[in-house]
Each structure stands twice: as structure tokens, then as C-alpha cells.
């Protein structure tokens, strides 16, 4: 327990409160003097007790950036439309948790967009989806589709994660201007990281999609989306952020 709250202690602290009574202690006892110690002396001290400081400071940094790079996820990402009515039709009986927002655009070109989306953690750890911003559309928070409640979603290492990003009313503008901002830390939660996907081609956001290989049941889910103004969003890229 001791040594666990001394691991708190910034070690410029622990410098301090080991040099200061070191140097009162021989200032009272007239040391400097008395061994003809100048202010060379005291600058000496100092010296060394910085470069000490900077030195435990670096090493603190490296050791904490080698322990994030060793168990950083990293997210790939992949678009199908029958990732869509595979989605719908599990929740009908499971409490999954698919994203959804409400842009308000009006107007005759609003539409309704769905992503349907698979990731897969191909980095050296779990990874976590956050839940107080997890997915940002275009600059808007996303809400928990059916529940509700977002909940944090664990992107466990080399597993793939069907889910939906479900996008209501939106112009045809902004939609071709699309941005998703998906959020997530390491399994430690002490290094957050974001993804942005932008549209590659706005062509692929259609309602022209092919249902002929399809179950029926994924088929007649499909159609009924692109009944009411739906549009599939089937080609986005990641762009490096810089995590």
C-alpha cells in the first residue's frame, strides 16, 4: 500500500523534499563554510539534482509510451449491406447495440442513410468504444438505436463486430460530406484514440443494391429501408489522425 502511493508522488517532489532538508541541515551546521564550500557548491547541487529530475522524467515518459503502444488497438473497417438485416433481425430477440442520430436537416433531398459496418481489432489489444461520445456523425453525437442506453462496446483483439450507424434526415449535401468519428480507449482506459471515416465515393451511397442472393427475410428488410427514403453508405475510408 506504501509503495503504491509513493508511485503516485511526482518524483520532482520527492527531489525536493530530499534536497531542501539535506542543504538546511548543512547550512545550519555550517558545512559549506567550514570545508570552504561556495556558492559553486550549492549550484552544483542543484545541478546535479535537475539532471537527476529530467532524467527520471524521460524515463518515466518512454516507459509509459512503450506500455501504450503495447497494448494499443487498432480498428479496421469494412462495409455490407447484409451486415444490415442480419443486424435487424438479431434484435428482435438480443439487446444489441447499434448507433443512431437525427441530423434535422429538411427539405426534398432528406434521406435516411445506414451503415452497416464490421470492425476488426488487428492491434495488440482489446479495445473499447466509449460510451459518452462513441460515434460523432458529422459533428453530432450519436444516440443507443432501440434501447436507448449507450453502453461502452469491447472490440476484443482480432474479432470481428458487426453493427449499424443508422443516420435520419439528412440532406443529399451532407451526406456527401459525411464524417464519422468513432471513439475508443485501450482495455486500461489511459489512452483514448479516434477513428475518422469519410466518404470515398458518394456514388456508393445508394438505394441501388442487389437483394437476389439474399434470404428472403434479409430481403424484405432491405426493401422496406429503401422504401422510406433509406440509402446505404457502402465506401468509407479511415484517415490517419495522427493516434
Not at 509503495?3 to 520527492?14: F, G, S, T
Request: no cysteine; hydrophobic share 40%.
Amino acid at each position: 500500500m506504501i509503495n503504491k502511493k509513493l508511485e503516485r508522488i511526482p518524483v520532482k517532489w520527492i527531489l525536493i523534499i530530499i534536497l531542501v532538508p539535506a542543504m538546511l541541515l548543512l547550512d545550519a551546521s555550517n558545512i559549506p563554510s567550514r570545508y570552504g564550500l561556495s556558492t559553486e557548491f550549492w549550484a552544483s547541487m542543484l545541478g546535479t539534482a535537475a539532471g537527476v529530475y529530467w532524467t527520471l522524467e524521460y524515463e518515466k515518459k518512454k516507459s509509459r509510451e512503450e506500455n501504450r503502444l503495447a497494448i494499443k488497438p487498432f480498428f479496421q473497417y469494412n462495409f455490407d449491406i447484409e451486415y444490415y438485416p442480419f443486424r435487424e433481425l438479431q434484435s428482435e430477440n438480443n439487446n444489441i447495440l447499434d448507433y443512431e442520430v437525427d441530423m434535422g436537416d429538411v427539405g426534398d433531398d432528406v434521406i435516411n442513410l445506414v451503415i452497416p459496418m464490421n470492425i476488426t481489432n488487428i492491434g495488440l489489444g482489446h479495445g473499447m468504444i466509449v460510451k459518452d461520445t462513441p460515434v460523432s456523425v458529422n459533428g453530432k453525437k450519436v444516440n443507443a438505436a432501440r434501447q436507448g442506453v449507450i453502453r461502452t462496446k469491447l472490440i476484443r483483439l482480432e474479432s470481428r463486430n458487426k453493427f449499424l450507424i443508422k443516420i435520419f434526415n439528412i440532406s443529399r449535401s451532407n451526406a456527401k460530406k459525411l464524417k464519422i468519428v468513432i471513439n475508443y480507449t485501450d482495455l486500461n482506459e489511459t489512452s483514448r484514440y479516434s477513428d475518422q471515416l469519410v466518404v470515398n465515393n458518394p456514388m456508393k451511397i445508394t438505394n441501388k443494391v442487389s437483394t437476389e442472393r439474399m434470404d428472403y427475410k434479409y430481403e424484405r428488410v432491405v426493401r422496406s429501408f429503401i422504401a422510406e427514403k433509406g440509402y446505404f453508405v457502402l465506401d468509407l475510408h479511415k484517415e490517419d489522425l495522427g493516434n
